[in-house]
């Protein structure tokens, strides 16, 4: 998984759209690698979009931190996010790795 600043700092859609595509970016890369990267906001966002913004709160984060607990690891990556911390600390709080930086990730199986 994926994680980082989506709306954390980002007042702007084009804020927004520059942590997303920071987030977009790194899965790349994962998937160049030979793993299955994802994204707990990409995996929100269309569900949010189809409920409106008023339903933000309800999907995000719940969705995200679901998404986590079925992941093998996280790569953290950003600026100051709580919900990226909070998705973080749900892997290590199940004794599954955490990096931040792309050459810590091994290689995939």
């Known amino acids: 998984m994926v994680s980082g600043?989506?709306?954390?700092g980002a007042a702007?859609?084009?804020?927004?759209?520059?942590?997303?595509?920071?987030?977009?970016r790194a899965a790349l890369a994962l998937?160049?690698?030979?793993?299955?990267?994802?994204?707990g906001v990409s995996l929100a966002l269309p569900l949010i979009e189809a409920a409106g913004e008023a339903a933000y709160d309800e999907i995000m984060?719940?969705?995200?931190?679901?998404?986590?607990?079925?992941c093998d690891a996280c790569l953290r990556v950003g600026g100051?996010?709580?919900?990226?911390?909070?998705e973080a600390a749900?892997?290590?709080?199940?004794?599954?790795?955490?990096?931040?930086?792309?050459?810590?990730v091994p290689t995939a199986r």
Do not use: C, K, W
């Open 5 to 8: 600043p989506y709306r954390a």
């Open 12 to 24: 702007t859609a084009q804020a927004r759209a520059r942590n997303l595509a920071e987030l977009n």
């Open 31 to 39: 998937f160049r690698a030979g793993h299955v990267p994802v994204i």
């Open 61 to 70: 984060m719940p969705l995200s931190l679901s998404l986590a607990d079925r």
């Open 80 to 86: 100051t996010s709580a919900g990226a911390d909070d």
């Open 90 to 104: 749900r892997f290590r709080a199940s004794g599954r790795p955490v990096y931040t930086a792309l050459d810590q």
